[in-house]
């Protein structure tokens, strides 16, 4: 700045020169003119020679005077310039005193990098400056995006910051960046040395500051009480597990006050342990939230005191004896086994046997109980002539040993000298060890022979059978089929193991209805619990019949059988053509038996009228004579009037078309209507009638009429078959739901042999006595209770009377007159 001044101030000094010179030229001229006589050109080259010499001289001191000073600002910036190279002497002397770089960014955001770049270098590739900002070239991944954070962070917002980052050759990198007169700066510095160690260490401790904060938290999260204690014995530090356990509240008022989880036996119990040396956990009884818990407690010294843990075994302690009392269980289980158990460790040493092993061994107790290896056991059954023989027994002993290093299970079988068989499973133990388990199958083992000769017998017996067999699988497939199936329907030896649907296809070319042999095929491939035995006729094309039969099997099979019923199918033709006859004979005998009972019930009115208009003598009195023909003509055409209306109810009845008039009937009033209609009789007969009901017996649904009829039919025959003198008894009552009505007389009864035959219709039997009928009586009764869904039963053995009762519903009485309404 003093070096563009100087130009100026010496542009002043030089024009004071110059007008000097002019001020000298002037004076000079004026001399000149007041000097007459002069030679004016002389006079002017005097005037320019004083002013040149006035400017030579001022011009000289002025020099001399800047020259000077010159000369001084010279030694002063030499000073400066020596300062400056000192400093940055120094400054590079600072720099390459220990690997780093420094860039710094100008104002247009270029950056400048110095110091030792070889911190950049990475294995083969030396280091460069254009590498430094380059940090995922040489530096860790994770490092290198943080520290491209940061720079940007620092340029951006000026943040400074402090960090340390790895390079990928394992150095350690300190990076500092701040703002540093209103430029970035950002520094790299290889640590080594005391530095090196100082970061480590601060890091280490970082770490384990860390680490201390999470194991506390971790301790704090674990159920189970931790503590630690000073040297003088005092808590020093609990987990929430501990302060929860004591009661204590928080951490702090649980050190302040020390309180203490375990009781003072405990503790001191704990030191004595500890004094000695002694390793283990001690079991001790803690009060823990309110109860009384077990605890296993571990204590050990450490420089500062002592940590203590308190596990809290109570759970475990009965899960032990629950696992006890199982053990023991299945112990006293495994003695009631039929099948002889054996346990070794891994050292092949017997650690338990269960009674059948004993007793199939019949070892001495006292051998067993010293704990013998499995190679002894061996040994002592061989000398024993208990074991299978073998040609060579060490080789035979080291394969069943070779049990112990196997993974599987292996079974094997002994045929021992006695003649049993047994089944060997050797199964090795995860945790070392082998268990044997033998199962005498002797017994199974001869089950299995016989049943494979009954099976052989079997099937020859069935394939010696006439009658077509054969036995599908539980897949479908044919499994067996005698001579006579493949003989009836031309199948060979091939077609067993093949599909029913192969074997249907077969048949239906000699029967070929698809309805049979669909059903046939959903009887054998069905669902195994909704199959059920199925039976059809198959007609083939020769025109043999055969009966078909399916039935399941229990083993899910399927049994196939063929009878051939070609003979038994024409005899039932036969019958079938000789039935339909017969029904067609008793239709027209039914229908010609209605025809003509209709046809005489109308002339048998007019005689009974004609007869009454007799007997009232209307047209004339009658003799004694003739008025005895006309009560004989009057009975007997109501007798026969009775026979033809009984003839026409039982035409009324195989038709159909018999109708009850349901009504409310009294059972008294209709009792004492029957007994009416026969008055006249019981007196002729000299026949006693005694009536057995009660005065509050009621009434109940039903058809007046035929009840009426009813009794009427039960009283006539029980006076026709009673003695002059005996009884007969009517009884009424009710039982439950039901009326009870009882006809019973003391005549001569019946046999068996006319009981069996009492309710057929024409059937009489005068069992010597002077009664006479056509045998309609009974059926009508049976009948007429039938038709109200009641009940008729008789009683009755020679010499001792007849008791006939009728049992009508009562309980749906009212909704049978509803609907009859």
Same mark, same amino acid.
């Given at each position: 700045?003093?070096?563009?001044?100087?130009?100026?101030?010496?542009?002043?000094?030089?024009?004071?020169?110059?007008?000097?010179?002019?001020?000298?030229?002037?004076?000079?001229?004026?001399?000149?003119?007041?000097?007459?006589?002069?030679?004016?050109?002389?006079?002017?080259?005097?005037?320019?020679?004083?002013?040149?010499?006035?400017?030579?001289?001022?011009?000289?001191?002025?020099?001399?005077?800047?020259?000077?000073?010159?000369?001084?600002?010279?030694?002063?910036?030499?000073?400066?310039?020596?300062?400056?190279?000192?400093?940055?002497?120094?400054?590079?002397?600072?720099?390459?005193?220990?690997?780093?770089?420094?860039?710094?960014?100008?104002?247009?955001?270029?950056?400048?990098?110095?110091?030792?770049?070889?911190?950049?270098?990475?294995?083969?590739?030396?280091?460069?400056?254009?590498? =430094?900002?380059?940090?995922?070239?040489?530096?860790?991944?994770?490092?290198?995006?943080?520290?491209?954070?940061?720079?940007?962070?620092?340029?951006?917002?000026?943040?400074?910051?402090?960090?340390?980052?790895?390079?990928?050759?394992?150095?350690?990198?300190?990076?500092?960046?701040?703002?540093?007169?209103?430029?970035?700066?950002?520094?790299?510095?290889?640590?080594?040395?005391?530095?090196?160690?100082?970061?480590?260490?601060?890091?280490?401790?970082?770490?384990?500051?860390?680490?201390?904060?999470?194991?506390?938290?971790?301790?704090?999260?674990?159920?189970?009480?931790?503590?630690?204690?000073?040297?003088?014995?005092?808590?020093?530090?609990?987990?929430?597990?501990?302060?929860?356990?004591?009661?204590?509240?928080?951490?702090?008022?649980?050190?302040?006050?020390?309180?203490?989880?375990?009781?003072?036996?405990?503790?001191?119990?704990?030191?004595?342990?500890?004094?000695?040396?002694?390793?283990?956990?001690?079991?001790?009884?803690?009060?823990?939230?309110?109860?009384?818990?077990?605890?296993?407690?571990?204590?050990?010294?450490?420089?500062?005191?002592?940590?203590?843990?308190?596990?809290?075994?109570?759970?475990?302690?009965?899960?032990?004896?629950?696992?006890?009392?199982?053990?023991?269980?299945?112990?006293?289980?495994?003695?009631?086994?039929?099948?002889?158990?054996?346990?070794?460790?891994?050292?092949?040493?017997?650690?338990?046997?269960?009674?059948?092993?004993?007793?199939?061994?019949?070892?001495?107790?006292?051998?067993?109980?010293?704990?013998?290896?499995?190679?002894?056991?061996?040994?002592?059954?061989?000398?024993?002539?208990?074991?299978?023989?073998?040609?060579?027994?060490?080789?035979?002993?080291?394969?069943?040993?070779?049990?112990?290093?196997?993974?599987?299970?292996?079974?094997?079988?002994?045929?021992?000298?006695?003649?049993?068989?047994?089944?060997?499973?050797?199964?090795?133990?995860?945790?070392?060890?082998?268990?044997?388990?033998?199962?005498?199958?002797?017994?199974?083992?001869?089950?299995?022979?016989?049943?494979?000769?009954?099976?052989?017998?079997?099937?020859?017996?069935?394939?010696?059978?006439?009658?077509?067999?054969?036995?599908?699988?539980?897949?479908?497939?044919?499994?067996?089929?005698?001579?006579?199936?493949?003989?009836?329907?031309?199948?060979?030896?091939?077609?067993?193991? =093949?599909?029913?649907?192969?074997?249907?296809?077969?048949?239906?070319?000699?029967?070929?209805?698809?309805?049979?042999?669909?059903?046939?095929?959903?009887?054998?491939?069905?669902?195994?619990?909704?199959?059920?035995?199925?039976?059809?006729?198959?007609?083939?094309?020769?025109?043999?019949?055969?009966?078909?039969?399916?039935?399941?099997?229990?083993?899910?099979?399927?049994?196939?059988?063929?009878?051939?019923?070609?003979?038994?199918?024409?005899?039932?033709?036969?019958?079938?053509?000789?039935?339909?006859?017969?029904?067609?004979?008793?239709?027209?005998?039914?229908?010609?038996?209605?025809?003509?009972?209709?046809?005489?019930?109308?002339?048998?009115?007019?005689?009974?009228?004609?007869?009454?208009?007799?007997?009232?003598?209307?047209?004339?009195?009658?003799?004694?004579?003739?008025?005895?023909?006309?009560?004989?003509?009057?009975?007997?055409?109501?007798?026969?009037?009775?026979?033809?209306?009984?003839?026409?109810?039982?035409?009324?009845?195989?038709?159909?078309?018999?109708?009850?008039?349901?009504?409310?009937?009294?059972?008294?009033?209709?009792?004492?209507?029957?007994?009416?209609?026969?008055?006249?009789?019981?007196?002729?007969?000299?026949?006693?009638?005694?009536?057995?009901?009660?005065?509050?017996?009621?009434?109940?649904?039903?058809?007046?009429?035929?009840?009426?009829?009813?009794?009427?039919?039960?009283?006539?025959?029980?006076?026709?078959?009673?003695?002059?003198?005996?009884? =007969?008894?009517?009884?009424?009552?009710?039982?439950?739901?039901?009326?009870?009505?009882?006809?019973?007389?003391?005549?001569?009864?019946?046999?068996?042999?006319?009981?069996?035959?009492?309710?057929?219709?024409?059937?009489?039997?005068?069992?010597?006595?002077?009664?006479?009928?056509?045998?309609?009586?009974?059926?009508?009764?049976?009948?007429?209770?039938?038709?109200?869904?009641?009940?008729?039963?008789?009683?009755?053995?020679?010499?001792?009377?007849?008791?006939?009762?009728?049992?009508?519903?009562?309980?749906?009485?009212?909704?049978?007159?509803?609907?009859?309404?």
């Amino acid at each position: 700045m003093g070096v563009g001044r100087t130009p100026r101030r010496l542009g002043g000094r030089a024009g004071a020169g110059f007008l000097g010179g002019a001020l000298g030229l002037a004076a000079a001229a004026q001399a000149a003119e007041t000097a007459p006589g002069l030679h004016a050109h002389n006079a002017v080259g005097f005037a320019v020679l004083i002013g040149l010499t006035i400017f030579a001289t001022i011009l000289s001191l002025l020099y001399l005077r800047e020259r000077a000073r010159w000369a001084r600002r010279e030694v002063r910036l030499n000073a400066e310039l020596a300062d400056l190279r000192g400093a940055h002497d120094r400054a590079e002397l600072l720099l390459g005193s220990e690997p780093q770089v420094v860039v710094t960014w100008d104002s247009r955001g270029e950056p400048r990098i110095e110091g030792d770049v070889g911190m950049t270098a990475d294995g083969a590739r030396p280091g460069s400056a254009r590498r =430094v900002l380059a940090f995922g070239a040489w530096l860790v991944s994770q490092d290198a995006a943080a520290l491209d954070a940061a720079v940007e962070s620092l340029r951006g917002r000026g943040e400074r910051f402090r960090r340390t980052v790895h390079t990928l050759q394992g150095r350690t990198i300190e990076a500092q960046g701040q703002a540093v007169g209103g430029q970035a700066l950002l520094r790299l510095r290889e640590l080594t040395g005391e530095r090196r160690e100082l970061v480590e260490l601060r890091a280490t401790l970082d770490e384990a500051r860390h680490g201390l904060s999470a194991l506390a938290g971790l301790l704090d999260a674990i159920p189970q009480p931790v503590w630690r204690r000073g040297r003088d014995g005092r808590l020093a530090w609990a987990n929430a597990a501990y302060v929860a356990a004591a009661e204590a509240g928080d951490v702090a008022r649980a050190v302040r006050e020390g309180a203490e989880l375990l009781e003072r036996q405990a503790r001191e119990e704990a030191d004595r342990r500890r004094s000695r040396g002694t390793a283990g956990p001690l079991r001790v009884s803690a009060v823990i939230a309110g109860a009384r818990r077990t605890l296993d407690v571990t204590e050990v010294s450490t420089e500062a005191g002592t940590v203590g843990i308190a596990v809290d075994v109570s759970e475990l302690e009965s899960v032990r004896a629950d696992l006890q009392r199982q053990m023991d269980a299945n112990v006293r289980t495994l003695d009631q086994l039929p099948t002889a158990v054996a346990m070794f460790d891994a050292r092949q040493q017997l650690i338990f046997h269960n009674a059948a092993y004993r007793q199939l061994w019949d070892l001495d107790p006292a051998f067993l109980e010293t704990r013998p290896l499995d190679g002894e056991i061996l040994d002592t059954l061989r000398n024993a002539r208990k074991l299978p023989e073998q040609a060579d027994f060490r080789t035979w002993k080291a394969g069943v040993l070779a049990a112990y290093r196997a993974v599987e299970a292996q079974e094997t079988w002994w045929h021992l000298p006695d003649g049993r068989t047994l089944r060997v499973l050797a199964d090795p133990n995860p945790q070392g060890g082998l268990t044997y388990l033998f199962e005498d199958v002797s017994e199974r083992v001869h089950l299995e022979s016989r049943y494979n000769v009954l099976m052989q017998v079997q099937s020859e017996t069935l394939d010696t059978l006439r009658e077509p067999v054969a036995v599908f699988g539980t897949d479908g497939r044919l499994k067996f089929a005698n001579r006579a199936f493949s003989q009836v329907w031309r199948i060979g030896p091939e077609m067993l193991e =093949v599909h029913i649907d192969q074997v249907i296809a077969v048949c239906r070319t000699l029967s070929p209805a698809e309805e049979p042999w669909t059903r046939i095929r959903e009887a054998v491939t069905g669902l195994v619990d909704a199959r059920r035995g199925l039976t059809c006729r198959l007609a083939l094309a020769d025109g043999t019949m055969l009966d078909c039969a399916a039935e399941p099997l229990p083993d899910g099979a399927t049994l196939l059988t063929h009878i051939d019923v070609t003979a038994s199918v024409n005899v039932e033709r036969a019958l079938t053509d000789k039935n339909e006859a017969l029904e067609r004979t008793t239709r027209l005998r039914d229908e010609f038996v209605h025809h003509v009972s209709y046809e005489l019930r109308s002339p048998l009115t007019n005689i009974i009228g004609f007869t009454e208009l007799l007997g009232d003598e209307t047209v004339g009195a009658l003799n004694p004579r003739q008025r005895e023909y006309a009560d004989h003509i009057m009975r007997s055409s109501a007798a026969l009037l009775v026979i033809i209306n009984d003839i026409l109810d039982l035409a009324s009845i195989d038709a159909g078309s018999m109708e009850l008039t349901r009504e409310r009937v009294d059972v008294q009033t209709t009792i004492a209507a029957a007994v009416r209609g026969i008055g006249d009789r019981l007196a002729e007969a000299d026949i006693a009638l005694v009536l057995d009901v009660p005065a509050d017996i009621g009434s109940f649904v039903a058809d007046g009429k035929r009840v009426r009829q009813i009794l009427f039919n039960l009283l006539s025959n029980a006076v026709g078959f009673s003695a002059p003198g005996q009884q =007969v008894r009517v009884c009424a009552r009710k039982d439950g739901e039901s009326l009870v009505l009882e006809v019973i007389d003391q005549g001569r009864g019946m046999p068996p042999e006319v009981m069996a035959r009492v309710f057929e219709r024409f059937e009489s039997n005068t069992l010597g006595t002077r009664h006479r009928g056509v045998g309609l009586g009974l059926s009508i009764v049976r009948s007429f209770v039938e038709l109200h869904g009641g009940r008729i039963d008789i009683a009755s053995s020679p010499g001792a009377g007849t008791r006939v009762t009728c049992t009508f519903p009562v309980g749906d009485g009212e909704a049978r007159l509803a609907a009859a309404e």
